[in-house]
């Protein structure tokens, strides 16, 4: 967990509400995110986590209820997510297979340097310089994260731990303010999630990109173990809201859960 200084809100969501047709997805559901923070999203099956990242990343927009960012209305646009300051990494890996591990991570910058590595990538005249200074932001994360000797490998030869913490990087350098994952414990063992859990407390005291997190997840031990807040979905509705210690003993969540998981 982090103790950093709160600095206001970075993300609020107020009444939102999500119907598919006839089915309410997400119904009168605010929360508030501390900048500074790692939030954390849980709920059981069809709870409604991924609609609610769904309508933070501008995928699904809610038919009620207000979205704001840094106390200004967000419109999130998914292919323009990056230059309002958020930046997400999708369930899975999701990597693209053509380029290196590097180029996965450059192509993560803000739209500006990703114009730059498109003329790089045709052959266009461009900037050397804003080519080498994203390229050495690229490696600096990858060393971060434990994995620069793969800097030049090909996404699929990568171990999934591995690819997991390359997508990181890509989504770290935009240099978000917000950081969004999707179940980023998904897939991993033991020790893997051990790891995860240390790098993301230490993402809001970053030096180079200090960001609050939003994840959605269903590895209980990680949520309870990196969260400073946690929200609880049950059927669309917020059922309970507090610190990871508060939702441990709150019997609603364990009414959500049939008190099956949150024994951690
Ligand atoms: N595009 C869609 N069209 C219709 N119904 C949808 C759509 N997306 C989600 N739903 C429904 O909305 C409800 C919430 O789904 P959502 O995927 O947000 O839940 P979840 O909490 O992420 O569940 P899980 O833990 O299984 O991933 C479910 O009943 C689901 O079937
Ligand atoms: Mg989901």
Same mark, same amino acid.
């Given at each position: 967990?982090?103790?950093?200084?709160?600095?206001?809100?970075?993300?609020?969501?107020?009444?939102?509400?999500?119907?598919?047709?006839?089915?309410?997805?997400?119904?009168?559901?605010?929360?508030?995110?501390?900048?500074?923070?790692?939030?954390?999203?849980?709920?059981?099956?069809?709870?409604?986590?991924?609609?609610?990242?769904?309508?933070?990343?501008?995928?699904?927009?809610?038919?009620?209820?207000?979205?704001?960012?840094?106390?200004?209305?967000?419109?999130?646009?998914?292919?323009?997510?990056?230059?309002?300051?958020?930046?997400?990494?999708?369930?899975?890996?999701?990597?693209?297979?053509?380029?290196?591990?590097?180029?996965?991570?450059?192509?993560?910058?803000?739209?500006?340097?990703?114009?730059?590595?498109?003329?790089?990538?045709?052959?266009?005249?461009?900037?050397?310089?804003?080519?080498?200074?994203?390229?050495?932001?690229?490696?600096?994360?990858?060393?971060?994260?434990?994995?620069?000797?793969?800097?030049?490998?090909?996404?699929?030869?990568?171990?999934?731990?591995?690819?997991?913490?390359?997508?990181?990087?890509?989504?770290?350098?935009?240099?978000?303010?917000?950081?969004?994952?999707?179940?980023?414990?998904?897939?991993? !063992?033991?020790?893997?999630?051990?790891?995860?859990?240390?790098? @993301?407390? $230490?993402? &809001? +005291?970053? #030096?180079? *990109?200090?960001?609050?997190?939003?994840?959605?997840?269903?590895?209980?031990?990680?949520?309870?173990?990196?969260?400073?807040?946690?929200?609880?979905?049950?059927? !669309?509705?917020?059922?309970?809201?507090?610190?990871?210690?508060? @939702?441990? $003993?709150? &019997? +609603?969540? #364990?009414? *959500?859960?049939?008190?099956?998981?949150?024994?951690?």
């Amino acid at each position: 967990m982090t103790s950093q200084p709160t600095g206001g809100t970075v993300l609020e969501l107020r009444g939102v509400g999500v119907s598919f047709g006839g089915l309410v997805a997400l119904e009168d559901v605010s929360l508030a995110a501390a900048a500074g923070t790692v939030v954390g999203v849980i709920g059981p099956n069809g709870a409604g986590k991924t609609t609610l990242f769904n309508v933070v990343c501008g995928f699904v927009e809610p038919n009620a209820g207000a979205v704001l960012f840094e106390g200004s209305p967000l419109r999130p646009r998914p292919h323009r997510l990056a230059s309002q300051g958020i930046a997400r990494t999708l369930q899975g890996v999701g990597l693209f297979r053509g380029l290196t591990v590097l180029e996965n991570v450059m192509a993560g910058a803000t739209h500006s340097a990703r114009a730059g590595l498109v003329s790089a990538m045709l052959g266009l005249p461009r900037s050397d310089r804003d080519e080498r200074r994203l390229r050495d932001e690229a490696m600096t994360l990858l060393d971060e994260l434990g994995v620069a000797e793969h800097a030049r490998a090909w996404p699929d030869t990568l171990p999934y731990a591995v690819g997991k913490r390359v997508a990181l990087a890509r989504a770290l350098v935009a240099r978000p303010r917000l950081l969004l994952l999707d179940e980023p414990a998904g897939g991993l !063992g033991g020790d893997d999630v051990d790891e995860l859990a240390a790098l @993301i407390v $230490d993402l &809001p +005291a970053r #030096a180079s *990109a200090g960001c609050s997190v939003m994840l959605v997840e269903h590895h209980m031990d990680l949520v309870m173990k990196v969260c400073d807040q946690i929200v609880v979905l049950d059927f !669309g509705r917020v059922v309970a809201s507090g610190t990871p210690g508060e @939702i441990r $003993d709150n &019997p +609603a969540v #364990a009414e *959500a859960y049939l008190g099956a998981e949150v024994q951690s």
